[in-house]
């Protein structure tokens, strides 16, 4: 039986990145757990994030897979390195894109924008050490977007007021990008590119997510049916209800 690719996130966030797979390998399998009932993870302590990811890993694990991609951000800053030492399957994590984002500047700054533990984690600080930028990127949460996307709420006063709030102390011009480093943060691409000047890019680690994956996934056998199993919380849902979700993505990706 042809193995399938697990993609995992704490909510509907890491939906971007799946969108992106399908597209560029329409022959695979996919399976998506979203951790609905225990979303938000940002906001959780570690040892809260690491049981809830091995929980899912766990049952993730029995459904026939090559490979899992943590389509979250913050559960790879906590957990990844937990499971790739457990597992037989290729893990797959995500980081804040710094590296890119700081290809992009010339002499000014990168703002990465991401949950509140994937801020305070030494995963990502010690990637600004490596990268030699510690006096080059400043951090900002927007924790209060996942609770919004998990709502469905995307451009609404709600969520532009939110931002606007956010924003507010950032002074646009110490700025040549910004990282969306937190998957559900890419619903609002759209509307943070409105509100920030044009000189700032947006930089996210969808794609490079998705390379990877296929550069692992060199060897195996390819299968020619694609598919898609959803799963909230380990519930089987029905695969219409992603269906707002791709469409809107679509009209930023
Ligand atoms: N989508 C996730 C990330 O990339 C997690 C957000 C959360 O649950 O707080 O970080």
């Not at 984690?121 to 990127?137: D, P």
């Amino acid at each position: 039986m042809p193995k399938k690719i697990a993609f995992f996130d704490s909510g509907i966030g890491g939906l971007t990145v799946l969108h992106q797979a399908m597209k560029q390998m329409p022959s695979e399998q996919f399976i998506y757990f979203a951790d609905s009932d225990n979303a938000p993870y940002g906001t959780k302590t570690s040892t809260e994030i690491t049981a809830l990811v091995e929980d899912a890993v766990t049952f993730l694990a029995q459904q026939n897979i090559k490979a899992l991609v943590l389509a979250c951000n913050t559960a790879t800053a906590v957990a990844a390195k937990a499971l790739r030492a457990r597992y037989p399957f290729p893990v797959i994590g995500m980081e804040p894109a710094v590296k890119p984002a700081l290809k992009q500047t010339s002499t000014k700054k990168v703002l990465v924008c991401a949950t509140e533990k994937t801020l305070k984690e030494t995963k990502l600080s010690h990637l600004i050490q490596q990268l030699n930028a510690e006096s080059k990127v400043d951090k900002l949460s927007l924790q209060q977007l996942v609770l919004l996307a998990e709502k469905g709420l995307f451009e609404t006063p709600e969520v532009r007021i939110y931002l606007e709030t956010a924003f507010k102390e950032i002074n646009w011009q110490e700025y040549d990008a910004l990282v969306l480093g937190c998957t559900h943060f890419l619903y609002y691409k759209n509307l943070i590119k409105r509100m920030i000047p044009a000189t700032v890019s947006i930089v996210d680690g969808h794609q490079g997510t998705v390379q990877q994956l296929q550069r692992c996934l060199i060897q195996t056998e390819q299968t020619n049916q694609g598919s898609l199993d959803f799963y909230t919380s380990q519930k089987r849902e029905s695969n219409q209800l992603l269906e707002p979700f791709f469409n809107r993505i679509r009209s930023f990706i």
